[in-house]
């Protein structure tokens, strides 16, 4: 299974993007997906994660502004985020982790997000 996200772009400071992760096959094999975020010399770090129940849990960074989904049927992961500030601007890349009998661990390429002043 493959991923593929887009949806980044450029926006203003307190706009909003919806960020899409499809996978190229069932995202019902995955355990967790996650979302995750690299600006400019910084190291990668987490945004968002969502289970297979639907568990949810975020960055305190982005909470009460970004909101992570998934939709089976679709077999993609979303990423919805508004207010964005920023300090948002990265390039943001979906992850997702399953086991059938080994252990899978996707990434998605990245897409940009800028967010100007």
């Known amino acids: 299974v493959q991923l593929q996200a887009s949806g980044g772009g450029l926006v203003q400071a307190g706009g909003s993007l919806r960020l899409s992760c499809a996978a190229s096959?069932?995202?019902?094999?995955?355990?967790?997906m996650y979302w995750y975020r690299q600006a400019p010399g910084k190291q990668r770090e987490l945004v968002a994660v969502?289970?297979?129940?639907?568990?949810?849990n975020y960055a305190d960074s982005v909470k009460g502004r970004f909101t992570i989904s998934r939709d089976n049927a679709k077999n993609t992961m979303y990423l919805q985020m508004n207010s964005l500030k920023p300090e948002d601007t990265a390039v943001y890349y979906c992850n997702a982790i399953g086991w059938i009998g080994r252990l899978l661990n996707v990434w998605g390429q990245g897409t940009q997000v800028t967010v100007s002043s």
């Open positions: 096959g069932s995202i019902g094999i995955f355990n967790a």
């Open positions: 969502i289970t297979t129940g639907g568990t949810t």
